[in-house]
């Protein structure tokens, strides 16, 4: 996957490529709308990362640059702002997602494959990991043809483990991709343990295979 | 008391006793006017008796007009004529009334008699009674007209007052559409409007400020927050980190997390504050409650708190944001203070009213305080903001929120009338 980072803010765009440069990916960044545009023009991406504010202007020219000129990159906008103004706008010229700052590059990147997976595959939409089947329109899974009954968080974590398999994902960015950002209760983070341990054991009961590694403390890996 | 009920009651007693003085001066005066002008007319008389008796050489009649006359022998030799009041009894009349006399010597064939003329006080005491009493109807009149012309001028000199009282009176600070509020010609007050317009548009401007600077100052923490957050999620892909860094790392993902909400939070307070979700639709509080119960049924099983819920369809127009951020708060309060072991959750939507009920090892919280900025308990990790969140989201919508504490439970009750 080609991708392209409009963002001004240095370290954070360096955090994001450094997260999302892995075997397939090339990412490629610039911090300003003219630089970007440049890009836009030279290269084709497959999805670009747009910052709202940046310093010569704002992100969503980009966004009508490229409907003017017909391209159809999948883009999620960053935005600082977390507007529903700024969201809606967004979203009726084009883009496909929309993520508030602060956020979790797990976040990022599952937000960037769904989108990703959406405009690529089309209707028949199944993602396979290993010997997983899933099915993401019939939001089914099947290991071996055998199917296997997961809860609704259950499936959303193991498809948010996936988008991000090999990276330690952290407990806090998986409490809020589950149960929102705006839940203010950080004392303890139990309850996600006995989550992940539901849907280890219903995979491993399948496969054979424990797909999980603790990471002490911190949170999970998916392998 | 009002000011001009004060000045009507000053200006009252002063005009009636003045007007009191000046009618006893006034009575005072004419009928000594009056009395000069008797004792002038029996003067005349006292003249006239004299050319009677030097012309006839005889004493007159005893009545010889309106006039009494009488004659006393005395064997004074001198007397002082003098001038007094007597009774008059009028022959034609039984009733006697009262008179003006004067007595005085006359010699007459070798004899000295004391002479009495009496007059009729009585046409005088009419002119009097009449002017006495065409002044008090007067004086009525003035009064009457007096406390009238206060009434109705001074409601009307003082109503800018009012309208500008009732400005302060309604003034909201968030509101940005200050108004002029009073049209007068009185220097006193268009000073005084002047002076409060100017205020509140200086107020208005500061608060704005103040906003704007909040809601800056948290959009621009957000930037570095996602720099920090991304960088961590970077750092704990590194293998080579033991047990220690991991737990230091988690140690900053809370705090940077901690910041992020409580940055959050203050956002969603300057949003409110400045009325910026606009996004009202109708929904069905039931339905909203519901879907939180799912989404924190894992948390709340976690933590063995017992949930019940009894809710009736409950229609509400409000921003649907602002709505969830409100259940999930009470949600978050609820569950963060909730007890170890055995606690409860209660839901209930009575009528318009819903009932958030939770048992807690706290016993009664400070009604004043709870929903202030910043109020926590010491050991609450939260950002202390939950609350007062919940407590503007109601002011905002019109909604009442009480707190309460009965059998053990503290009770969250929005009344969404």
Same mark, same amino acid.
């Given at each position: 996957?080609?991708?392209?980072?409009?963002?001004?803010?240095?370290?954070?765009?360096?955090?994001?490529?450094?997260?999302?440069?892995?075997?397939?990916?090339?990412?490629?960044?610039?911090?300003?709308?003219?630089?970007?545009?440049?890009?836009?023009?030279?290269?084709?991406?497959?999805?670009?990362?747009?910052?709202?504010?940046?310093?010569?202007?704002?992100?969503?020219?980009?966004?009508?640059?490229?409907?003017?000129?017909?391209?159809?990159?999948?883009?999620?906008?960053?935005?600082?702002?977390?507007?529903?103004?700024?969201?809606?706008? @967004?979203?009726?010229?084009?883009?496909?997602?929309?993520?508030?700052?602060?956020?979790?590059?797990?976040?990022?990147?599952?937000?960037?494959?769904?989108?990703?997976?959406?405009?690529?595959? @089309?209707?028949?939409?199944?993602?396979?990991?290993?010997?997983?089947?899933?099915?993401?329109?019939?939001?089914?899974?099947?290991?071996?043809?055998?199917?296997?009954?997961?809860?609704?968080?259950?499936?959303?974590?193991?498809?948010?483990?996936? =988008?991000?398999?090999?990276?330690?994902?952290?407990?806090?960015?998986?409490?809020?991709?589950?149960?929102?950002?705006?839940?203010?209760?950080?004392?303890?983070? %139990?309850?996600?343990?006995?989550?992940?341990?539901?849907?280890?054991?219903?995979?491993?009961?399948?496969?054979?295979?424990?797909?999980?590694?603790?990471?002490?403390? /911190?949170?999970?890996?998916?392998? | 008391?009002?000011? &001009?009920?004060?000045?009507?009651?000053?200006?009252?007693?002063?005009?009636?006793?003045?007007?009191?003085?000046?009618?006893?001066?006034?009575?005072?005066?004419?009928?000594?006017?009056?009395? *000069?002008?008797?004792?002038?007319?029996?003067?005349?008389?006292?003249?006239?008796?004299?050319?009677?008796? !030097?012309?006839?050489?005889?004493?007159?009649?005893?009545?010889?007009?309106?006039?009494?006359?009488?004659?006393?022998?005395?064997?004074? *030799?001198?007397?002082?004529?003098?001038?007094?009041? &007597?009774?008059?009894?009028?022959?034609?009349?039984?009733?006697?009334?009262?008179?003006?006399?004067?007595?005085?010597?006359?010699?007459?064939?070798?004899?000295?008699?004391?002479?009495?003329?009496?007059?009729?006080?009585?046409?005088?005491?009419?002119?009097?009674?009449?002017?006495?009493?065409?002044?008090?109807?007067?004086? =009525?009149?003035? $009064?009457?007209?007096?406390?009238?012309?206060?009434?109705?001028?001074?409601?009307?000199?003082?109503?800018?007052?009012?309208?500008? #009282?009732?400005?302060?009176?309604?003034?909201?600070?968030?509101?940005?559409?200050?108004?002029?509020?009073?049209?007068?010609?009185?220097?006193?007050?268009?000073?005084?409007?002047?002076?409060?317009?100017?205020?509140?548009?200086? /107020?208005?401007?500061?608060?704005?400020?103040?906003?704007?600077?909040?809601?800056?100052?948290?959009?621009?923490?957000?930037?570095?927050?996602?720099?920090?957050?991304? *960088?961590?999620?970077?750092?704990?892909?590194?293998?080579?980190?033991?047990?220690?860094?991991?737990?230091?790392?988690?140690?900053?993902?809370?705090?940077? +997390?901690?910041?992020?909400?409580?940055?959050?939070? $203050?956002?969603?307070?300057?949003?409110?504050?400045?009325?910026?979700?606009?996004? !009202?639709?109708? $929904? %069905?509080?039931?339905?909203?409650?519901?879907?939180?119960?799912?989404?924190?049924?894992?948390?709340? *099983?976690?933590?063995?708190?017992? $949930?019940?819920?009894?809710? !009736?369809?409950?229609?509400?127009?409000?921003?649907?944001?602002?709505? %969830?951020?409100?259940?999930?708060?009470?949600?978050?309060? =609820?569950?963060?203070? +909730?007890?170890?072991?055995?606690?409860?959750?209660?839901?209930?939507?009575?009528?318009?009213?819903?009932?958030?009920?939770?048992?807690?090892?706290?016993?009664? #919280?400070? !009604?004043?305080?709870?929903?202030?900025?910043?109020?926590?308990?010491? =050991?609450?990790?939260?950002?202390?903001?939950?609350?007062?969140?919940?407590?503007?989201?109601?002011?905002?919508?019109?909604?009442?929120?009480?707190?309460?504490?009965?059998?053990?439970?503290?009770?969250?009750?929005?009344?969404?009338?």
């Amino acid at each position: 996957m080609k991708l392209l980072i409009i963002e001004d803010e240095q370290g954070l765009c360096e955090s994001i490529q450094k997260y999302f440069t892995e075997e397939g990916n090339i990412c490629e960044a610039c911090n300003n709308l003219k630089v970007a545009i440049q890009k836009i023009d030279l290269y084709e991406y497959d999805c670009i990362l747009l910052d709202i504010g940046l310093p010569d202007g704002e992100g969503f020219i980009v966004l009508e640059y490229l409907k003017s000129i017909g391209r159809d990159e999948c883009v999620l906008i960053i935005s600082a702002r977390n507007s529903l103004e700024d969201k809606l706008k @967004g979203l009726n010229i084009g883009a496909d997602d929309y993520i508030t700052k602060p956020f979790h590059l797990s976040e990022l990147k599952a937000r960037i494959s769904a989108v990703f997976r959406r405009k690529s595959f @089309g209707s028949t939409n199944t993602l396979i990991y290993k010997e997983v089947h899933i099915d993401l329109l019939g939001r089914s899974v099947t290991v071996n043809n055998k199917k296997i009954v997961f809860t609704k968080k259950e499936y959303d974590m193991l498809l948010y483990f996936i =988008a991000n398999k090999g990276k330690v994902i952290s407990k806090n960015a998986i409490a809020e991709h589950l149960w929102g950002d705006e839940m203010d209760m950080i004392d303890s983070f %139990d309850f996600i343990y006995t989550h992940i341990k539901n849907l280890r054991k219903k995979l491993m009961e399948v496969t054979g295979t424990d797909f999980f590694a603790s990471v002490y403390g /911190v949170g999970y890996k998916f392998i | 008391m009002k000011l &001009a009920s004060h000045y009507n009651k000053a200006s009252i007693i002063i005009s009636a006793s003045m007007l009191v003085i000046s009618g006893l001066i006034y009575y005072l005066i004419i009928n000594y006017i009056a009395r *000069k002008g008797l004792d002038d007319d029996l003067k005349e008389e006292v003249g006239e008796f004299f050319i009677y008796v !030097n012309t006839n050489h005889a004493l007159p009649v005893a009545q010889y007009d309106e006039n009494q006359t009488s004659y006393v022998k005395t064997n004074l *030799k001198s007397y002082n004529t003098r001038f007094y009041d &007597a009774p008059y009894a009028n022959p034609n009349h039984s009733e006697v009334k009262p008179g003006r006399a004067v007595s005085g010597l006359i010699r007459f064939k070798g004899q000295n008699y004391i002479y009495t003329i009496i007059e009729s006080r009585d046409p005088t005491e009419y002119l009097i009674q009449i002017i006495l009493l065409v002044t008090i109807v007067l004086t =009525a009149i003035l $009064l009457l007209v007096l406390i009238i012309t206060n009434m109705y001028v001074l409601g009307g000199l003082w109503r800018p007052f009012y309208n500008i #009282l009732g400005f302060l009176k309604g003034f909201n600070i968030a509101d940005t559409d200050t108004i002029a509020i009073a049209n007068t010609n009185v220097d006193e007050f268009k000073d005084l409007n002047d002076a409060v317009s100017k205020m509140s548009a200086r /107020v208005v401007s500061e608060y704005q400020g103040l906003k704007t600077f909040t809601e800056n100052a948290s959009h621009e923490m957000m930037t570095p927050l996602s720099v920090i957050t991304s *960088k961590l999620d970077n750092l704990i892909q590194d293998e080579r980190l033991d047990s220690d860094q991991l737990k230091e790392i988690t140690d900053i993902y809370s705090a940077s +997390n901690k910041l992020s909400r409580l940055n959050q939070s $203050l956002l969603i307070l300057v949003k409110i504050d400045n009325d910026l979700l606009q996004d !009202n639709e109708t $929904l %069905d509080l039931s339905v909203v409650i519901f879907d939180k119960a799912q989404q924190f049924q894992e948390i709340i *099983k976690n933590k063995n708190i017992t $949930l019940t819920i009894e809710l !009736n369809k409950l229609e509400i127009t409000a921003s649907k944001y602002l709505i %969830d951020v409100m259940i999930n708060n009470l949600f978050s309060n =609820a569950i963060r203070h +909730n007890k170890i072991t055995a606690g409860e959750i209660k839901i209930r939507i009575a009528g318009r009213t819903l009932f958030f009920q939770n048992s807690s090892n706290q016993s009664e #919280l400070d !009604n004043e305080l709870i929903f202030n900025r910043f109020y926590k308990g010491k =050991a609450s990790d939260g950002t202390g903001l939950g609350l007062a969140i919940l407590k503007n989201i109601c002011n905002n919508y019109g909604f009442e929120i009480l707190y309460k504490y009965c059998d053990e439970l503290h009770v969250f009750e929005i009344d969404f009338n």
